[in-house]
């Protein structure tokens, strides 16, 4: 009985040995094979890169660009304005009656433009 007790011991120690061996070559053969796939990604994977920077230069481009004529054009506005207040001063100082008459007029419209609103 010994006999067979070594015997299926033995059998079930080399049985166990041939999958660890077979495990083993399997990791191998996956860890060549993932590293061929990542050498064909490698330069798929660069171009999509450097296709991602040159976007987002010009991106970055267009943005500086905008942000640039949006300041110009704030500026034009601000010295526009500054311009028409001081033109409007001066027609006050060179008109005074009609200048009143003018912002009584403007106010009889308003309030009865509210007052529509309202429904009075």
Not at 29 to 43: F, G
Not at 61 to 77: L, M, N, P, S, Y
Not at 98 to 120: D, H, K, M, Q, T
Request: charged share 20%.
């Amino acid at each position: 009985m010994e006999l067979n007790g070594n015997a299926n011991s033995t059998g079930t120690s080399g049985d166990s040995s041939r999958s660890l061996e077979q495990i083993d070559s399997a990791r191998a053969a996956a860890h060549n094979t993932v590293d061929k796939i990542a050498d064909a990604a490698r330069p798929a994977v660069d171009r999509l890169a450097s296709g991602a920077y040159r976007s987002v230069d010009k991106i970055s481009g267009f943005a500086g660009a905008a942000a640039q004529t949006f300041v110009q054009r704030k500026e034009q506005v601000s010295v526009a304005g500054a311009e028409l207040v001081e033109d409007c001063r001066d027609y006050v100082k060179t008109n005074p009656l009609v200048s009143i008459g003018i912002a009584a007029a403007a106010g009889f419209i308003i309030s009865r433009l509210l007052a529509f609103r309202s429904g009075r």
